[in-house]
């Protein structure tokens, strides 16, 4: 596929999954805006990443109206197109507090990232992906379908996510093509700032439990966000594909 030219606004790149796909359409030729709130990963990433001018790191917090409108300003400003957005950018939660100690505070800030960001985002680049003929990719999560305890924010932002992506392909389509990931467990250790960046450890009963035999990598999520920017996926809009290695079609008996 020939996407030299083309720009790409990812959100939440400095990091993980999000960086694993600004390093897979940079491979592409495809030139890269990272709109990241960590200025330490937001930088290493394009020094670490390569391709020299084809990638611009613009610290940006999504859930900030101003912001978004600036980094989208300042990708025109440069490039003077946007072709495609990826919204990445969330706050992963594990376990966390029970929904009676959750607080308004904690809540309303995964909302506001993983959800209000994707539809700042969106809002303020679609004048421009509809002109381009672009696509959006949504990174949503299997929590959107499956929990474990004390997820509850999480959960509702990234079942949000699913729910705008459809509802977006629905309003923007024929000129905008909308789609979902879902992610299911992704090691992204290798993947973090470097502060932050540790050596995979798991156990051959983690890799075993996905029927696909392995815990899922951020160049998975990252090969099919390009597919699904492509020409060749012109036909598929709408979509939530599960990227889990199969887990959540298994069936767990303790």
Known sequence: MDMHGKVAIVTGAGQGIGKAIALHFAQQGIRVTIAEIDEAAGSETVEELGHPGQILYIP??????????????????????????????????????????????????????NLTGLFLCTK??????????????????????????????????????????????????????????????????????????????HSPEDHAQHPAGRIGRPEDVAALALFLISPEASFITGANFIVDGGMTRKMHYI
């Open 124 to 201: 303020h680049t679609s004048p421009h992906l509809k002109a381009q003929h672009g696509a959006i990719v949504n990174i949503a999560s299997t929590r959107a379908l499956m929990s474990e305890g004390n997820t509850e924010a999480y959960a509702a932002s990234k079942g949000g996510v699913v729910a705008i992506s459809h509802a977006l392909a629905v309003s923007l389509g024929p000129n905008v093509r909308v789609n979902c990931i879902s992610p299911g467990w992704i090691d992204v250790s290798g993947w973090k700032k470097r502060a932050l960046r540790r050596e995979a450890r």
């Open 60 to 113: 940006t917090d999504v859930a900030v109206e101003d912001q978004v409108q600036d980094m989208v300003a300042r990708t025109l400003q440069l490039w003077g197109r946007v072709d495609f957005l990826i919204n990445n950018a969330g706050i992963a939660q594990a376990h966390g507090p029970t929904v009676a100690d959750l607080s308004l505070e904690r809540w309303n800030r995964v909302l506001a990232v």
